[in-house]
């Protein structure tokens, strides 16, 4: 009997309820409790094992998991060259550099010399590595933003989402370590022997991912208003036109960017779209 595929998610954290909405989305059937590590996808050979964030890479590395739901920020600091397949479009941050608001310091080579106190030592060092500039990396764990007013640090490098907090700490950002969101990851030996199982999971996901930026459109309109409605839907390919009974009407449906609709709906109408729609799309498979 083969053995169940495994997926790794964070059991907490910022994509902890992401990720169990994804695969939700996906159509997988399970339940989870706070204290449940692992659930049986009962309509898919699945288990998902709820784990801390830090340690899923090393639970898909040593091969307890065959794939690992992670962030690109977790993945730089592990120094892991595991592989990530897909991209999940959540979780969205930035590992950057900040400085005190009242800092003279405007660029980062203007830290040379000076401390940088971060929870992502590895991916700090790094960066700064890289680019050519010494600086003393202090490594901490937790409320790395308090670290400059208690005269631990010059400088931090941690994640941003929206820089509230770092302004709240009166921070400001002057560069940018990194871009992080949500990633699949796969242990590249079961990426190998279960490439076939991977691929379906793989699948199930990109299919949600692609269908939560798209909306359907669907309009009746005069078919004489047909070139001017194609020039205005930018969709997944070439609209549908379908002939209506009423002669020289047809209807025309249409995948279109989620974000575009509203903007789009008032050109529709003025080139002589009618009874439109916009509906939701559940999955959308490429």
């Known amino acids: 009997m083969t053995e169940r595929l495994?997926?790794?998610?964070?059991?907490?954290?910022?994509?902890?309820?992401?990720s169990i909405a994804l695969l939700r989305d996906a159509g997988m059937l399970f339940d989870e409790h706070d204290r449940r590590l692992v659930a049986h996808v009962e309509n898919l050979e699945l288990d998902i094992l709820f784990i801390r964030a830090t340690d899923i890479i090393e639970f898909v590395e040593d091969g307890v998991a065959d794939l690992g739901i992670?962030?690109?920020?977790?993945?730089?600091?592990s120094e892991s060259s595991l592989p990530a397949i897909r991209e999940l479009d959540y979780g969205h941050c930035r590992l950057a550099v900040a400085v005190p608001?009242?800092?003279?310091?405007?660029?980062?080579?203007?830290?040379?010399?000076?401390?940088?106190?971060?929870?992502?030592?590895?991916?700090?060092?790094?960066?700064?590595?890289?680019?050519?500039?010494?600086?003393?990396?202090?490594?901490?764990s937790g409320a790395v933003e308090v670290a400059p007013n208690l005269g631990l640090a010059d400088a931090i490098v941690d994640l941003v989402s929206t820089g509230s907090t770092l302004a709240m700490n009166g921070l400001r950002p002057i560069a940018d370590v990194l871009a992080s969101q949500a990633i699949l990851v796969a242990q590249p030996a079961?990426?190998?022997?279960?490439?076939?199982?991977?691929?379906?999971?793989?699948?199930?996901?990109?299919?949600v991912i692609a269908a939560r930026g798209r909306k359907y459109l669907m309009m009746n309109a005069p078919l004489a208003h047909l070139a001017e409605l194609r020039s205005l839907l930018p969709g997944l390919g070439s609209p549908s036109v379908i002939p209506l009974a009423q002669e020289g009407m047809i209807a025309i449906h249409s995948v279109v960017g989620a974000n575009d609709v509203w903007a789009l709906l008032p050109r529709l109408k003025a080139a002589g779209a009618s009874g439109i729609l916009v509906v939701p799309i559940e999955k959308i498979v490429a």
Do not use: C, W
């Not at 998610?9 to 902890?16: E, F, H, S, T, V």
């Not at 992670?70 to 600091?77: I, P």
């Open 70 to 77: 992670t962030g690109v920020d977790l993945l730089a600091e």
């Open 101 to 140: 608001m009242t800092s003279t310091h405007t660029t980062v080579e203007d830290l040379a010399g000076l401390r940088v106190a971060t929870s992502h030592p590895n991916a700090a060092r790094a960066y700064f590595a890289g680019i050519g500039v010494a600086v003393d990396v202090i490594p901490l």
């Open 6 to 18: 495994r997926l790794a998610i964070p059991n907490k954290g910022r994509l902890a309820e992401p």
């Open 190 to 207: 079961s990426a190998t022997q279960r490439s076939a199982e991977i691929a379906a999971v793989d699948t199930m996901l990109a299919s």
